[in-house]
């Protein structure tokens, strides 16, 4: 193959793996929900001017809870910016740190002096991977400052006074303020430094072993500039959450851990070559380290799949060029079979990926408005997906009583979860715990439950959301004035008494008037023609409502 074809196959193929594993990581972490929480956090941030002493979003967290503080600069800062440019934005700041960890893997493998389609496969597997595993927000933009971290430390040591390592520093400050889990970089730089002969290197100094260790304690010193100090090193384990002891927990990681297998095998074969021989004992310690830390939490493992991948590529050419003159003349037969292989198998799998992304549940809209205008400082139980994005509009004015940082009480957490399943002495729990409103989504058991209660009274619901105030005295006005009569909004296989159709109907006119834009108003108005045997007037409403509310979707046909 002339020189002229193989710099087109390899830059073809390059950007065309390249490509699949950046569309597939924006689609999967775009099929994922804005990071509300964090954003909630930020505004609390933003508001006290520095980090607050305490939890204020819940009212079931014990007296006195410290406030998660673990990811404070990009909580602050994405809230500054969703407050300029709307949370839409953050979508955009998720692709290009997904774009910006890619372009570091791929330099960081062209360092270690990888050819360009054994870095496209090598870094494009490792992303595909690791992108299951990573959430929009500071665990994105960690790794990609991680991924940033191994490039840097691809440039050598000592040169110019430690060379381009001088920007680990600065960069392990921004990280562990994102993540706690940028901590993983004290043990990586320890061995690679401790595996790193200076033998041979003239800007070498006198004493190596001092000069390594002056950079690690500086490394260290940085580590711990976080507003919460030591705290940072203390909730680094947790920041590298869960157990691969769980059944399943690895069903959808295998790929990644056949990467870093392939990656201990490489490094073993090429240990036996000479061109592959200077850089094994590094290699090998910490591909083992990375397997290890996999392993312990399977959330590390995107962390050390980029650690792994573009090691895996030089070593995969080192072992190339140490082959037989027979296995290389079939180099690139092989590498255009493997690449149309690839293409073949992958494709489709992005491809579909990115046009139909996986559905979200739908989150409250007007109730929102409504709570805003018309109720305040009320204690709130919803679930606790929805805490994140009903803390970030309305804190603090709501307090919540679950959320997914599991900061309440087991026991008090138990009986919040058996409430919203209308499970026990689910009326007794309300009234204990002082819970001012139940905001849940259409059809949940608890909105159900709460339907045929005397006790509550649905006062706003959307195409989600049913929101519920207890009937006493400091709601009464709000219940004379907002409680429909006939309709049943929170059951929306039933959304009206049988024996007050009049009043329904009202009630739905009176809505509609005041938000035509409400698909879920015309799903219960076409209900209210077929109880009135009129088929083809509930059809026709309910194709306006489609039109009039795009993102409606009636899961039941009429």
């Given at each position: 193959?002339?020189?002229?074809?193989?710099?087109?196959?390899?830059?073809?193929?390059?950007?065309?793996?390249?490509?699949?594993?950046?569309?597939?990581?924006?689609?999967?972490?775009?099929?994922?929900?804005?990071?509300?929480?964090?954003?909630?956090?930020?505004?609390?941030?933003?508001?006290?001017?520095?980090?607050?002493?305490?939890?204020?979003l819940l009212f079931s967290a014990p007296l006195g809870a410290a406030f998660d503080g673990s990811s404070w600069l990009w909580d602050w800062g994405a809230w500054s910016l969703g407050r300029v440019a709307g949370p839409k934005a953050l979508r955009a700041v998720d692709v290009a740190v997904w774009l910006a960890a890619l372009w570091a893997l791929v330099?960081?493998?062209?360092?270690?002096?990888?050819?360009?389609?054994?870095?496209?496969?090598?870094?494009?597997?490792?992303?595909?991977?690791?992108?299951?595993?990573?959430?929009?927000?500071?665990?994105?933009?960690?790794?990609?400052?991680?991924?940033?971290?191994?490039?840097?430390?691809?440039?050598?040591?000592?040169?110019?006074?430690?060379?381009?390592?001088?920007?680990?520093?600065?960069?392990?400050?921004?990280?562990?303020?994102?993540?706690?889990?940028?901590?993983?970089?004290?043990?990586?730089?320890?061995?690679?430094?401790?595996?790193?002969?200076?033998?041979?290197?003239?800007?070498?100094?006198?004493?190596?072993?001092?000069?390594?260790?002056?950079?690690?304690?500086?490394?260290?010193?940085?580590?711990?500039?976080?507003?919460?100090?030591?705290?940072?090193?203390?909730?680094?384990?947790?920041?590298?959450?869960?157990?691969?002891?769980?059944?399943?927990?690895?069903?959808?990681?295998?790929?990644?851990?056949?990467?870093?297998?392939?990656?201990?095998?490489?490094?073993?074969?090429?240990?036996?070559?000479?061109?592959?021989?200077?850089?094994?004992?590094?290699?090998?310690?910490?591909?083992?380290?990375?397997?290890?830390?996999?392993?312990?939490?399977?959330?590390?493992?995107?962390?050390?799949?980029?650690?792994?991948?573009?090691?895996?590529?030089?070593?995969?050419?080192?072992?190339?060029?140490?082959?037989?003159?027979a296995v290389r003349a079939l180099r690139w037969p092989t590498k255009i079979l493997a690449f149309g292989g690839i293409l073949a198998y992958f494709g489709p799998t992005v491809l579909r990926a990115v046009e139909r992304p996986s559905p979200r549940r739908p989150l409250p809209a007007q109730t929102v408005e409504f709570y805003r205008h018309q109720v305040?400082?009320?204690?709130?139980?919803?679930?606790?997906?929805?805490?994140?994005?009903?803390?970030?509009?309305?804190?603090?004015?709501?307090?919540?009583?679950?959320?997914?940082?599991?900061?309440?009480?087991?026991?008090?957490?138990?009986?919040?979860?058996?409430?919203?399943?209308?499970?026990?002495?689910?009326?007794?729990?309300?009234?204990?715990?002082?819970?001012?409103?139940?905001?849940?989504?259409?059809?949940?058991?608890?909105?159900?439950?709460?339907?045929?209660?005397?006790?509550?009274?649905?006062?706003?619901?959307?195409?989600?959301?049913?929101?519920?105030?207890?009937?006493?005295?400091?709601?009464?006005?709000?219940?004379?004035?907002r409680a429909p009569r006939g309709l049943r909004p929170g059951d929306p296989a039933h959304p009206f008494d049988a024996t007050r159709l009049v009043e329904a109907e009202a009630d739905l006119e009176a809505d509609l008037a005041r938000d035509p834009d409400m698909g879920v108003l015309y799903l219960y108005m076409a209900r209210l023609w077929l109880a009135?045997?009129?088929?083809?007037?509930?059809?026709?409403?309910?194709?306006?409502?489609?039109?009039?509310?795009?993102?409606?979707?009636?899961?039941?046909?009429?």
């Open positions: 193959m002339s020189a002229a074809l193989r710099l087109l196959f390899n830059a073809t193929a390059l950007l065309a793996l390249l490509a699949l594993a950046a569309a597939l990581g924006v689609s999967l972490l775009h099929a994922r929900p804005l990071p509300w929480e964090q954003l909630a956090l930020g505004r609390q941030i933003a508001e006290a001017s520095a980090l607050p002493a305490h939890d204020t330099a960081a493998a062209f360092r270690r002096g990888a050819r360009p389609f054994s870095t496209a496969v090598f870094c494009a597997w490792a992303l595909a991977c690791a992108a299951t595993d990573l959430h929009p927000g500071p665990d994105l933009l960690a790794f990609a400052g991680f991924c940033a971290a191994l490039w840097i430390m691809e440039g050598e040591f000592w040169p110019a006074f430690f060379g381009r390592w001088l920007w680990l520093a600065p960069l392990a400050v921004v990280l562990v303020n994102l993540s706690p889990a940028a901590w993983v970089l004290a043990p990586l730089v320890l061995v690679r430094l401790a595996t790193e002969s200076s033998a041979g290197i003239p800007e070498a100094p006198r004493h190596p072993r001092f000069a390594k260790t002056v950079f690690f304690g500086l490394l260290l010193l940085c580590l711990c500039l976080h507003p919460q100090g030591l705290l940072a090193l203390e909730r680094a384990p947790w920041a590298l959450r869960g157990s691969p002891l769980l059944p399943g927990a690895f069903a959808v990681r295998q790929g990644g851990l056949l990467l870093l297998a392939a990656g201990l095998t490489l490094a073993l074969a090429s240990s036996w070559t000479e061109a592959g021989r200077p850089a094994a004992a590094s290699d090998g310690a910490l591909l083992v380290l990375a397997a290890v830390a996999a392993l312990v939490s399977r959330d590390a493992l995107p962390w050390f799949l980029a650690l792994a991948a573009p090691r895996c590529a030089a070593r995969f050419d080192i072992l190339a060029d140490a082959a037989p003159a305040l400082d009320e204690a709130v139980l919803c679930p606790p997906d929805w805490t994140p994005y009903l803390a970030w509009r309305l804190a603090p004015e709501a307090r919540f009583a679950l959320d997914p940082r599991g900061l309440t009480p087991r026991p008090r957490e138990r009986e919040f979860q058996d409430a919203l399943q209308a499970r026990g002495d689910y009326a007794g729990t309300l009234v204990r715990e002082g819970v001012g409103v139940c905001w849940l989504p259409l059809g949940s058991p608890l909105a159900l439950a709460l339907e045929d209660s005397q006790a509550w009274q649905p006062v706003s619901f959307d195409d989600a959301s049913v929101l519920y105030v207890p009937v006493d005295a400091a709601h009464a006005q709000l219940i004379h004035d009135r045997g009129h088929a083809s007037k509930a059809r026709e409403t309910l194709e306006g409502g489609i039109r009039a509310d795009p993102g409606f979707a009636p899961n039941d046909a009429l």
